[in-house]
């Protein structure tokens, strides 16, 4: 059975710095990893999407980064503004069996 | 555009009760279709999914039920809601190359 981690389970910095959120996971033999944001009392929003081929994406200040082989991705958001302020999940598949296993998620706090 | 729609948004139950949660998907044709619940302090957990009309996968044994009578309608439900039934519920949807699409939830109680 897949497991996903995530750490830290929160997280506070000051407007303007660069967050760095963790993903591990168990199972390497991974279809596609995908990272979504989730701003409270709401649904999902995908963030990214990273093909188990691909070591990386990247769409504005967002770039998530994939180590198939250590079971890790990282994401990471440049000069973090009180706007990027919500909870990060990260999430994985297993071939193309259409499951996604979730983390519990990093909840993120930008200071202004 | 691809949109997605869930209701309601809140709901409050007394145990014993029937529920009905609904999904529909607009702009896209054979989706994939999931029902997610997500507890307090928890992860997500896939309770259903569906590749077609008709077509219903369940994750984990319980008191709910899913059913797909048109291509972009999902449906939740359960007989007799218990306590352990509260949560916020989520519909997602997937084209053929990912990622998966949600819904804003229902925050479902039970009293």
């Known amino acids: 059975k897949q497991e996903v981690t995530q750490i830290p389970a929160a997280l506070s910095v000051p407007e303007g710095e660069n967050l760095v959120l963790n993903c591990s996971f168990t199972?390497?033999?991974?279809?596609?990893l995908q990272w979504f944001r989730q701003d409270p009392g709401k649904g999902l929003t995908s963030l990214l999407l990273?093909?188990?081929?691909?070591r990386e994406q990247t769409s504005g200040r967002l770039n998530a980064s994939l180590d198939k082989s250590s079971g890790r991705s990282t994401l990471y958001i440049a000069a973090s503004q009180p706007g990027d302020s919500a909870t990060y999940l990260c999430?994985?598949?297993?071939?193309?069996?259409?499951?996604?296993?979730f983390g519990a998620g990093t909840t993120v706090t930008v200071r202004a | 555009s691809q949109t997605i729609h869930q209701w309601p948004a809140t709901l409050v139950q007394p145990v014993g009760s029937p529920l009905s949660l609904e999904c529909t998907v607009e702009?896209?044709?054979?989706?994939?279709l999931y029902w997610y619940r997500q507890a307090a302090g928890r992860g997500l957990q896939l309770l259903f999914y569906?590749?077609?009309?008709?077509?219903i996968s369940s994750e984990v044994p319980q008191n709910l039920s899913a059913s797909r009578p048109q291509d972009r309608q999902f449906i939740l439900s359960s007989k007799k809601l218990l306590l352990s039934d509260s949560g916020f519920y989520l519909c997602a949807w997937e084209g053929q190359a990912g990622p998966q699409h949600f819904g804003d939830g229902t925050r479902l109680s039970i009293l």
């Open positions: 702009g896209t044709s054979n989706p994939n």
């Open positions: 199972d390497s033999a991974i279809y596609n």
């Open positions: 990273i093909q188990s081929s691909q």
């Open positions: 999430a994985v598949s297993l071939s193309n069996d259409y499951k996604l296993s």
């Open positions: 569906s590749v077609g009309i008709g077509q």
